[in-house]
Nanobody, 123 residues
Framework: VQLQASGGGLVQAGGSLRISCVVS????????MGWFRQAPGKEREFVAG????????YYSDSVKGRFTISRDNAKNTLYLQMNSLKPEDTADYYC?????????????????WGQGTQVTVSS
């Protein structure tokens, strides 16, 4: 199973960015997916999750109302649309799968991880 994240970059506060994650090597459409992030010196934290068909999503309080997670099962791709970005959103963002059918907020529940894409928000 391989996950390839992309789309990170440098953006000003208040701006938007969309990151993507392409999954190969497993049946993408069958499992929940999640986005996590890790800032320097901090623990990896849950950002957003989506069930297999996109019908249910879940967000951390820190991004709720600003970020939107979605998936395109035909393209084996997971997305995270990030709006109204803040400097505190600066981190490496990771996509993950392998926790099963439900959305889990615990990093240890996920078996497969992408390599991370860096998002930097300047003030």
């Amino acid at each position: 199973v391989q996950l390839q994240a992309s789309g990170g970059g440098l953006v000003q506060a208040g701006g938007s960015l969309r990151i993507s994650c392409v999954v190969s090597g497993r049946t993408f459409s069958s499992y929940a997916m999640g986005w996590f992030r890790q800032a320097p010196g901090k623990e990896r934290e849950f950002v957003a999750g989506v069930v297999w068909n996109g019908a249910t999503t879940y967000y951390s309080d820190s991004v709720k109302g600003r970020f939107t997670i979605s998936r395109d099962n035909a393209k084996n791709t997971l997305y995270l649309q990030m709006n109204s970005l803040k400097p505190e959103d600066t981190a490496d963002y990771y996509c993950a799968t392998g926790a099963g059918w439900v959305i889990s907020t615990a990093p240890n529940d996920y078996a497969y991880w992408g390599q991370g894409t860096q998002v930097t928000v300047s003030s």
